[in-house]
């Protein structure tokens, strides 16, 4: 008989261990180093940004709870894969590269890649960046895109782990040009201390940037991403994602 009860406990043991696993909150994986205004801290400490409101949106749409988890953008893609998040929402651009380790939903906006020079200089860009330095964060599209389409342009390429430092060392005038998204290279010209920066050219379609962005997922996790593709979907059409696009950039980059 005492064996029957421990055997009893055991199974109602396992069955509450079982609900509290599935009761555990979607990990949203962004980077940890703030990318505004996609992603950064508020006043609060809490993290926010388009891409913040713009993952939980969906996840209310999916009538999920969801969690911001904030993971070094060098290791995100084995995080994901290691399951210590269960999808990568941060700016990530969709290419045959990327499909290879990891799955991805539908696209939900496409903005270009966009270069940051010195208002007082006349450089043309890419025409004339022979000798010149361009600081690019690493494991970007923008980097693959300048080792890809700028290799015989005579250009240094500088490789960063955080895009604020390339901000800071074009600042500091140790390098001449950076390349990043358009959206956040407008907020960053828009800063006192980037005054005198301007976006002087954008970056072509290229393969390096691939289909748009969309959310990552781990390759067998067809469930989750059938339930996301149509969440985005609806984002897509009520208006949520222009609404917010709106209210971070004063402009629709929503879709593909």
């Known amino acids: 008989m005492k064996s029957s009860l421990i055997t009893a406990a055991g199974i109602a043991a396992l069955i509450s261990s079982t609900l509290s696993v599935a009761a555990q909150p979607l990990k949203i994986g962004i980077s940890a180093e703030p990318y505004p205004p996609f992603t950064y801290k508020s006043s609060n400490g809490d993290w926010t940004g388009f ?14 709870e969801c969690r911001i988890t904030p993971t070094g953008w060098s290791g995100i893609f084995p995080a994901l894969n290691a399951g210590k998040i269960d999808m990568i929402m941060n700016s990530l651009s969709i290419t045959v590269a990327r499909d290879k380790v ?70 500091a005038g140790r390098v001449d040009v950076i390349l990043a998204d358009k959206v956040a290279m407008t907020e960053f010209v828009e800063r006192d201390a980037a005054q005198g920066y301007e976006i002087r050219a954008t970056a072509p379609r290229h393969e390096a940037y691939g289909e748009g962005v969309g959310i990552g997922l781990r390759e067998d996790d067809d469930a989750l991403e059938e339930k996301l593709n149509t969440a985005i ?20 980059i929503c879709g593909s």
């Open 233 to 252: 979907a609806t984002v897509l059409e009520n208006g949520t994602c222009t609404q917010l696009s709106k209210q971070y950039f004063g402009t629709d």
């Open 51 to 64: 891409e913040v409101e713009l993952g939980l949106a969906i996840c209310a749409e999916m009538q999920t």
């Open 102 to 171: 990891i799955d991805f939903t539908v696209p939900y906006y496409f903005t270009p890649g966009a270069y940051v020079t010195a208002k007082g200089n006349d450089l043309q860009i890419p025409e004339e960046l022979d000798g010149k330095i361009l600081g690019v964060q690493g494991s970007t599209t923008h980097a693959s895109f300048a080792r890809k389409a700028l290799r015989d342009s005579g250009v240094e390429i500088n490789v960063y782990n955080k895009q604020e430092q390339a901000n800071r060392d074009l600042l």
